[in-house]
């Protein structure tokens, strides 16, 4: 159980929510809210696309000190509030205020799938991918709040995506020149704390200008941390992962998913297998990447309901081997059903058919698999990544996949 967690019951988020609705309507906010308990949200009744989200405020909430809450909650409605005074319409009044913001891949990709699920198909917030799983888009910042742009924002305002984040990374850089405070030796941990740290990472001149053992490989746990040291530093990668731990416990977390620079762009990295800090950097990883697929697995799950379509989507697991300690994600491949697979290290065959005790048919990396029915897996064109199995190896091909070593 996570540290907040014993704090995340229902009667506890509720009154929070309640809360939160008293001080939006004593701050003048003309609409009605609801509470949607299952997604831990305000939305107004008049208009659903208008949505108060109350998870990562609640955290922040909870990790003051009890004389502060009413300092952050009083912030968070006035953010609220200065936020609803509209983006302006001419992007030369918008431009001096827009910033670059560094967020996990799927919170781009969970709203585009959120707002597919009530009826608004054309709605998204741009952004451009980073590493794989992290996207950069554009905000409007204000003192007290910060409106994510969406597509239909940038067409009012007659530009293009490439251009507005050229105008964002010019200002981020004038407010950059402070730079990073050393953690430890051949560490460092970015010192503005002003909600866009991770952003910093765009700005790949300032992130090589430091010394390290390697290639530069940076963390972005949450808004207010980055992490940063070489790919070759065995301890600088063990401090790393130990101040990334403690910040994923803070409020506002991103991903733990290290990143390093090469040749100017970013890459996915885990250190390798044998050094003492894989396996945490592996723990967190599954972490991130399981809390993502479980988000993506409801909204799916319920577009497809919807669109009365046959479709298991599966969800995304994880194991640890008892005798090495090695972490493996997996997944369950089932005949019978037309499946939705997440990326996994394992797939496990499901046939319901098989006597008792066999119906595991065999398990394989997911390299295996491809390479012997590759065929049958369809990728589609969503974050975290996901296959379409329609169906099932033959007997043949389970048998193939058996011979190239299959996993227990």
């Known amino acids: 159980m996570?540290?907040?967690?014993?704090?995340?019951?229902?009667?506890?988020?509720?009154?929070?929510?309640?809360?939160?609705?008293?001080?939006?309507?004593?701050?003048?906010?003309?609409?009605?809210l609801r509470y949607d308990p299952a997604r831990f949200r305000l939305v107004s009744e008049g208009d659903e696309s208008l949505q108060v989200n109350l998870a990562n405020t609640y955290r922040e909430y909870l990790a003051a000190p009890s004389a502060e809450r009413q300092s952050i909650l009083s912030r968070f409605i006035r953010s609220w509030i200065?936020?609803?005074?509209?983006?302006?319409?001419?992007?030369?009044?918008?431009?001096?205020?827009?910033?670059?913001?560094?967020?996990?891949?799927?919170?781009?990709?969970?709203?585009?799938?959120?707002?597919?699920?009530?009826?608004?198909?054309?709605?998204?917030?741009?952004?451009?991918?980073?590493?794989?799983?992290?996207?950069?888009?554009?905000?409007?910042?204000?003192?007290?709040?910060?409106?994510q742009i969406s597509g239909q924002q940038l067409t009012r305002w007659g530009v293009d995506f490439d251009e507005?984040?050229?105008?964002?990374?010019?200002?981020?850089?004038?407010?950059?020149?402070?730079?990073?405070?050393?953690?430890?030796p051949g560490v460092w941990r970015s010192a503005w704390r002003d909600n866009y740290d991770p952003s910093r990472l765009l700005l790949v001149d300032l992130i090589a200008a430091y010394e390290v053992d390697g290639d530069p490989v940076v963390m972005v746990p949450n808004r207010d941390t980055l992490l940063l040291t070489g790919s070759e530093d065995e301890v600088g990668l063990?401090?790393?992962?130990?101040a990334a731990e403690e910040a994923t416990q803070q409020p506002r977390p991103i991903h733990t998913m290290p990143i390093r620079?090469?040749?100017?762009?970013w890459t996915p990295f885990l250190p390798p297998k044998e050094l003492p800090a894989y396996l945490r950097f592996k723990q967190m990883l599954i972490n991130s990447l399981g809390q993502d697929y479980q988000?993506?697995?409801?909204?799916?799950?319920?577009?497809?309901?919807?669109?009365?379509?046959d479709v298991f989507v599966a969800s995304y697991s994880a194991m640890r081997n008892t005798r090495t300690g090695e972490l493996a994600s997996y997944c369950m491949w089932a005949k019978g059903l037309d499946g939705l697979l997440p990326r996994t290290d394992l797939i496990y065959f499901f046939d319901p058919g098989r006597p008792d005790g066999q119906k595991v048919a065999t398990s394989a990396s997911w390299e295996r698999v491809e390479e012997i029915v590759g065929d049958l897996l369809e990728p589609l064109d969503i974050y975290p990544e996901?296959?379409?199995?329609?169906?099932?190896?033959?007997?043949?091909?389970?048998?193939?996949?058996k011979a190239g070593g299959g996993l227990p």
Not at 169 to 183: T, V
Not at 261 to 265: P, R, T, Y
Not at 295 to 309: P, V
Not at 386 to 401: V, W
């Open 2 to 32: 996570g540290l907040f967690d014993r704090f995340m019951t229902p009667m506890r988020r509720q009154k929070f929510a309640r809360l939160v609705a008293a001080g939006l309507r004593k701050a003048g906010e003309p609409l009605e």
């Open 82 to 147: 200065e936020g609803r005074k509209g983006i302006p319409d001419e992007f030369e009044d918008a431009a001096y205020d827009l910033l670059p913001g560094v967020r996990s891949r799927s919170t781009y990709e969970l709203v585009k799938l959120q707002m597919e699920s009530q009826g608004e198909t054309g709605f998204h917030w741009p952004y451009r991918v980073v590493a794989a799983h992290y996207g950069a888009g554009l905000v409007y910042d204000l003192p007290h709040a910060m409106s």
């Open 164 to 184: 507005a984040m050229d105008v964002a990374l010019d200002n981020l850089r004038k407010i950059s020149e402070q730079g990073f405070a050393r953690l430890a």
């Open 238 to 242: 063990g401090i790393m992962a130990a």
């Open 261 to 265: 620079l090469e040749f100017g762009s």
């Open 295 to 309: 988000e993506q697995r409801a909204l799916l799950t319920t577009n497809h309901q919807k669109q009365s379509e």
């Open 386 to 401: 996901r296959h379409r199995a329609r169906c099932f190896p033959t007997e043949e091909q389970i048998e193939a996949i």
